[in-house]
């Protein structure tokens, strides 16, 4: 895997067309200690549109086969039930009580990769830093405040809403997926 942080990527021909380029930057070490393992800055809100793109880059970049997309439902406009891509459909699950700033990605044999989602409206100089960040290690940092780090507006999050962040919790377990309100 390159170690280049930002990686402007064309969709692979067998995957629906995308209008422009992939931006996206992954890690070059995938943790399990990081909150996000890349980010990912689409070009609208509309999943339809924006995700057979990411799935073909994350594919391509990683070597590996993405199985399943989750989205928080509200973040995203026209949600398809699945994706076509090379010789599968990805299949696609939007949820209530996950981040709106992530997006999570299941590979085949391989552990999660959740990326930052950086607005779509957002200016190049605020995206672009979002970006180089999401590729660093972003061990003890929420997906909030790599937003706000770089300037950007974190609208959505609990931490902003007033929200208890006990809201999202994990599968298993019952631990806290964000840091403490306060």
Known sequence: MKASVLT?????????????????????????????DGAWWPHSRDAAAELPGLIAAVD???????????VREDAWDHIPRRIPAPGRQVKVGWFRNTDPHVITLILAGAEPVVLLVIPPDTASGPAE????????DTTGLWPVDLL??????ATGSAR??????SD???NEGGHITGPPIG
């Open 8 to 36: 402007h990527l064309k969709p692979l021909s067998a995957v629906p067309a995308v209008d422009s380029d992939i931006r996206l930057s992954l890690n070059p070490v995938l943790s399990r200690r990081s909150v996000v």
């Open 60 to 70: 391509q970049r990683l070597d590996q086969t993405t199985l399943r997309v989750g």
């Open 129 to 136: 830093a979002a970006l180089k960040l999401g590729a660093e």
């Open 148 to 153: 706000t780090s770089t300037r950007l507006p």
């Open 160 to 165: 902003q809403a007033g929200q208890e962040v």
């Open 168 to 170: 999202g919790w994990e």
